[in-house]
């Protein structure tokens, strides 16, 4: 059963924007953190960003600081990862994830989404 699903990768030039939507499925995860990771060939999945519950508790990786934006609106199960001024080692499958508390630890997450595509060119 498909508990989260991620949406708006693409193909972008360096310097450009995507927004990342993540939808979620069960009612119950507007209570869940939400995390950002990515994965790019050959390296392992690494931390974002993510954000708590309620929306107030934000944290980003040290490459996503400056340039990506979480939020959510649990009105619309969903989150967002905002990533402005995008670059050629951005390139990688983005995934969302849930868990019941904040972390920005990967196997701490219970949910994943099947991860959507970003590729930004030179």
């Known amino acids: 059963q498909v508990q989260l699903v991620e949406s708006g990768g693409g193909l972008v030039q360096a310097g450009g924007s995507l927004r990342l939507s993540c939808e979620y499925f069960e009612r119950s995860f507007r209570n869940y953190a939400v995390g950002w990771f990515r994965q790019a060939p050959g390296k392992e999945r690494e931390f974002v960003a993510v954000i708590s519950g309620a929306g107030g508790i934000k944290q980003y990786s040290d490459s996503a600081t400056g340039r990506f934006a979480v939020s959510r609106d649990n009105a619309k199960n969903t989150a967002y990862l905002q990533m402005n001024s995008l670059k050629p080692e951005d390139t990688a499958v983005y995934y969302c994830?849930?868990?019941?508390?904040?972390?920005?630890?990967?196997?701490?997450?219970?949910?994943w989404g099947q991860g959507t595509q970003v590729t930004v060119s030179s």
């Open positions: 994830a849930v868990h019941l508390l904040l972390t920005t630890y990967a196997h701490h997450y219970d949910y």
